[in-house]
């Protein structure tokens, strides 16, 4: 997984035609090292698309804007637009991560 650091490389991936999925974490988020055990795999069955990573805590007003209240959260942009989330309430396992992704046709 890509990991953006700034506002304008995060600007930058989602301004694209093609969708691309961003995961907002946080280094202390237990969650969020559970996904990473289980995460590779459904990238490699998804691996048409691009997969990126934004550390919250680094880019708050990000996390503000596109209403990421828990971690970690998926995004799925396309042409500058969030055209799915996947809360972190429901990003616990993969079944529901492949659920999520199913549901988007992408």
Known sequence: MNHLQTVEQFNKVIAGDQAVIVKFYTTWCPDCTRMDMFIGEIMEQ?????????????VPELAQQYQVMGIPSLLVFKNGEKIAHLHSANAKTPEQVKEFLQSLSL
């Open 46 to 58: 998804y691996s048409h698309l691009e997969w990126y990573q934004i550390n919250r805590d680094d």
